[in-house]
Nanobody
Framework: QVQLVESGGGPVQPGGSLRLSCVVS????????MGWYRQAPGKERELVAL???????NYVNSVKGRFTISRDTAKNTVYLQMNSLKPEDTAVYYC???????????WGQGTQVTVSS
């Protein structure tokens, strides 16, 4: 069973930074891609950033230039560095791993990020 455990969320002031971590119980190279999603109250879950097995990355437009997804394959860990945070970044952030032709998804438990003065 694949398990994902997130950490690093918390309260932060606008303009501040946080780094989220997601530790995976298997080699991240066994996954087709790893991503960070977020869900704000009353809104649908959205993809924030994605890193594919080959290393290419994608970001939702609202975080481009502020967020960076990266990975440490030796630690089976994926990170989301979030800079210049805005109140609209407030959400529960979920780590996701996807694999297979029919895409088996695995999710972490989520970590709350609250951007407020």
């Amino acid at each position: 069973q694949v398990q994902l455990v997130e950490s690093g969320g918390g309260p932060v002031q606008p303009g501040g930074s946080l780094r989220l971590s997601c530790v995976v119980s298997v080699s991240i190279f066994s996954m087709d891609d790893m991503g960070w999603y977020r869900q704000a109250p009353g809104k649908e879950r959205e993809l924030v950033a994605l890193i594919k097995r080959g290393g290419s990355t994608n970001y939702v437009n609202s975080v481009k230039g502020r967020f960076t997804i990266s990975r440490d394959t030796a630690k089976n860990t994926v990170y989301l560095q979030m800079n210049s945070l805005k109140p609209e970044d407030t959400a529960v952030y979920y780590c996701n791993a996807g694999v297979g032709y029919f895409r088996q998804n695995y999710w972490g438990q989520g970590t709350q990020v609250t951007v407020s003065s």
